[in-house]
Structures are given as structure tokens and as C-alpha cells.
């Protein structure tokens, strides 16, 4: 195993890729791999030691698989950040705007582009698996007619120009992710961070099916003055019509008013768990 291996989604320059820079610095030594499953296992499997995962867009919303698959690998959050997603129009060095009449991307890249199309009506939308991989492809298979809208760090990575740059409709798109490690690693290397700093904890929870059990569930925060930053539901596996609810709150989880909302939480649940407690991102 390489001791400094962090596995994302998406083929190399994939915003997770920036995210994992922002959080391990610019010489992060990183795995592509193609599935969200894939990422999660290959560091449950030991063959990574971190991994850097989205969770959340401002504009897409949740990332629903991740949510699922945090509460099936146990695997704890130790850090998270915010990307800014920038998405820019990318071809093969010497291949000029005009000549574009293809663009490949993911389809949410695509979908958070419309204006560019708009105004462009000769350049036809085509999905493709990965904003990063879609790059890749161009460079691979020569395309002269194509581009791919990815970010800065693909264009770099593959040796392509940019041929516009900031084409999202709006601005205001960013993507949180979360860094993961073992359990493990996690407790031999305790999170450290400033007396200043602000704290958030997530943790994933099950109620029984009647009457205001979550409207209790919730008051064991509500009570306490914990702030309550999201939260999601989630389908119970086996269980139809029944839910897990995933919530992040600011607070250290071994804070003493922490500690009681749990311990409240714990006698309403019938499930429980702590994901993570980590200091709150940008």
C-alpha cells in the first residue's frame, strides 16, 4: 500500500482532485477510480489511506450514493471543503472556438452550462461519465471538431487550451466534499486545529415509525442550542417507507452539551451513529 494514496472519483484533473489539493496540498499523491463504490472500498481494503469524496453541490444538491455508502463502510469524516466549480470550455492545443461543434461532459456540468449553450446553438451537448474524463478522451482520440468542459486543472493535466473560461450560468456553485479515512488512522492522528475554531459533527440516525418521533429526535438539538447546518433522508434498506436521517450540527461530538443531545438522541433512536467531528470548512 502507498502510505500516501488518496483515492477519488473521476479521471485525473476531476474536481475531487482539486479538492483533495485543497486539503492535502498540490503534490497529494492521488488514485482515480471510476465508481463511488470503488472509492470507498479500495480505502476499506487498505489499498488507499484516505479518500476525498462530494457530498453535496449548491445547485445539484446531495449526493445521494455517498450518503449510503458512509453509513455502509464506516468510514469517518476527518475533514471537509468547499470547491468553487468552475467550468471551462477545453479542446486540443490548436483547435480553434469556431471549429467547436461538440462539447463533452458530465451531464450536470452540461446542465449547469445552459447559457453558454444558448448563445451558442452550433455546439451540440453530449454526456459523457466524468467532466475530467472527457478531456482525457479528446487528447486520446484526436478530436478536432469536439472540447470539453472540465476544470482548469484537467486543461493542465492533459495539455489542452482553454478556450473559455467561467461558462456556468451561476456563479454561486460550489461542491462540498468530505476527506475520509480509516477508523484506524483517524485515532492515531487526532484532528488538530486552532482554540478558535469552529467544529461540526455528522452523524447518521433511525427513528420508529409514529407520530413525532423525529419532531423528538430533533428537539434533543433543539433544546440545547446545537445549530443544525443539514440534514437528509435517506431510505432504510429492508424497511419500506421508512428512513435514515443523516444531520451535521456545529459542535464538538465530546462537548458536554454534545454529549447530552446524544445520549437524549440515543434513547429516541433506534439507530445511531457518528460519522465524524471535524473542523468546519470554508
Known amino acids: 500500500m502507498n502510505k500516501s494514496l488518496i483515492a477519488f472519483q473521476g479521471a485525473r484533473g476531476a474536481f475531487s482532485e482539486e479538492a483533495a489539493r ?17 472509492v470507498f472500498r479500495s480505502l476499506k481494503e487498505g489499498r488507499t489511506v484516505g479518500a476525498v469524496v462530494p457530498i453535496e453541490n449548491t445547485l445539484a444538491g446531495s449526493v445521494h450514493e455517498n450518503y449510503d455508502h458512509l453509513q455502509r463502510f464506516e468510514l469517518p469524516i476527518v475533514a471537509e471543503t468547499g470547491v468553487r ?6 479542446a486540443r492545443k490548436g483547435v480553434p ?3 467547436i461543434r461538440k462539447a463533452y461532459s458530465h451531464p450536470v456540468a452540461l446542465s449547469q452550462c445552459l447559457d453558454f449553450f444558448a448563445a451558442n446553438p452550433q455546439i451540440e451537448r453530449i454526456p459523457f461519465y466524468d467532466t475530467a474524463g472527457s ?16 476544470s482548469t486543472v484537467a486543461a493542465e493535466i492533459y495539455g489542452a487550451q482553454i478556450l473559455r473560461r467561467s461558462i456556468e450560468s451561476d456563479r ?8 475520509l ?16 475554531t469552529v467544529w461540526k ?16 429526535a430533533l428537539s434533543a438539538f433543539a433544546l440545547r442550542d446545537l445549530n443544525l447546518m443539514k ?32 445520549a437524549n438522541l440515543g434513547e429516541i433512536a433506534d439507530f445511531l451513529r457518528v460519522l465524524g467531528c471535524y473542523p468546519k470548512g470554508a
Open 181 to 196: 479515512r480509516t477508523p484506524a488512522y483517524a485515532k492515531r492522528h487526532p484532528r488538530k486545529a486552532e482554540p478558535d
Open 231 to 262: 440534514i437528509e433522508s435517506r431510505p432504510l434498506r429492508g424497511k419500506p417507507w421508512e428512513y435514515l436521517f443523516y444531520l451535521d450540527f456545529l459542535g464538538r461530538v465530546d462537548s458536554p452539551v454534545a454529549r447530552n443531545a446524544l
Open 85 to 90: 466549480i468552475v467550468h471551462n470550455l477545453i
Open 135 to 150: 478531456v482525457k478522451m479528446l487528447k486520446e482520440e484526436g478530436h478536432t471538431n469536439a472540447a470539453a468542459i472540465a
Open 172 to 179: 454561486q456553485n460550489f461542491t462540498r466534499f468530505f476527506l
Open 201 to 216: 459533527t455528522s452523524l447518521v440516525f433511525s427513528t420508529r415509525n409514529v407520530p413525532g418521533a423525529l419532531f423528538r
Open 22 to 38: 485543497k486539503l492535502l496540498g498540490p503534490r497529494v499523491q492521488v488514485l482515480p477510480c471510476e465508481r463511488f463504490e470503488e
Open 97 to 99: 472556438f469556431p471549429k
